[in-house]
């Protein structure tokens, strides 16, 4: 199990981690400008093709390791240990880019909430209110811990929604005759 949960982890891992820095660079425009909309589509479509690697690590954990029979609490097990994995590798991703390439993010990503507040005719008291949270949460983003708290809250329920699907898809109780 720790073969194929390391393999399929690192895989996943680097997919989301490849594809979220690649976003990253192309969200920002020639001016500095940057498009988190697109970014946002891009980065959980990626994870949702990265997580396709739990399926895969289960199904094969399954049919080759374990004579093609697996309970649904081991294949959420297997999926589960896939998805921490490569969260980590996407955090520590974001960690490295963040602090060393874009410290200036969240700054920028607090511009565009309250420029999409003004759009939408925000009061002035809903604008200020925001404007302290997202200066509350720029201070919060410094410390590494927490940032990467953050982090983990953006991969792992996505991950985790796909370990269960998968898990349920792929238990089974007893070998299929072929």
Avoid: C
């Avoid at 490569?86 to 974001?94: D, E, H, K, N, P």
């Avoid at 404007?131 to 991969?155: C, L, R, S």
């Amino acid at each position: 199990m720790k073969k194929i949960t390391l393999v399929y982890g690192l895989i996943a891992g680097v997919i989301v981690s490849a594809s979220m820095l690649l976003s990253i660079s192309g969200m920002f425009d020639t001016e500095g400008a940057v498009d988190f909309d697109k970014g946002m589509i891009i980065g959980y479509a990626s994870m949702l093709i990265a997580f396709s690697m739990v399926f895969i690590g289960i199904r094969n954990y399954r049919n080759n390791y374990n004579g093609g029979v697996i309970s649904f609490g081991k294949a959420f097990k297997v999926g589960g240990i896939i998805v921490l994995i490569a969260s980590t590798v996407y955090v520590v991703s974001w960690l490295i880019d963040y602090f060393y390439f874009i410290p200036d993010f969240m700054e920028k990503y607090a511009e565009h909430t309250i420029a999409n507040l003004r759009a939408a005719g925000a009061t002035q008291a809903e604008i200020d209110q925001q404007v302290q949270e997202m200066a509350d949460y720029a201070e919060m983003y410094k410390n590494p811990f927490i940032n990467a708290g953050f982090t983990y809250m953006e991969i792992l329920p996505p991950g985790l929604i796909v370990t269960l699907i998968s898990a349920l898809i792929l238990k089974r109780k007893e070998k299929t005759i072929a």
